[in-house]
């Protein structure tokens, strides 16, 4: 089980599934956060040790780049399979041992 905060613009229905897997989620709603730009984002979570997850791949791999001390950052390809895209984060996840410092790709497979 992770521990994982999603930012404001993280897909709900993945949220739902990720819990029913097992992991611990807040999102930046729950805490009351919205409209915190992406370093607070961060910062939250790492004063929390949860693992943001994140479809603005670009920021926070700037934010992982200048600062790498985090609890961790998942940056998602957007997918309308929520069951799918829950699976490959619970996949990476539960593959990756601590999070802390990490900044893991979860990529949609491409279609044929």
Do not use: W
Not at 5 to 31: C, I, K, M, P
Not at 40 to 56: I, Q
């Amino acid at each position: 089980m992770s521990l994982f905060y999603a930012d404001e613009n993280f897909d709900d229905g993945v949220v739902v599934r990720l819990r029913a897997l097992g992991h611990d989620v807040v999102t930046v709603q729950e805490a009351g956060e919205q409209g915190r730009d992406d370093p607070r984002v961060l910062e939250r979570a790492t004063s929390e040790g949860r693992c943001v997850l994140t479809f603005d791949r670009s920021d926070f791999k700037r934010l992982h780049q200048n600062d790498p001390i985090h609890a961790g950052i998942i940056s998602c390809t957007r997918d309308d399979d929520r069951d799918a895209l829950a699976i490959r984060i619970d996949r990476a996840t539960s593959t990756a041992g601590n999070l802390a410092g990490q900044h893991i790709r979860v990529n949609k497979p491409q279609t044929p």
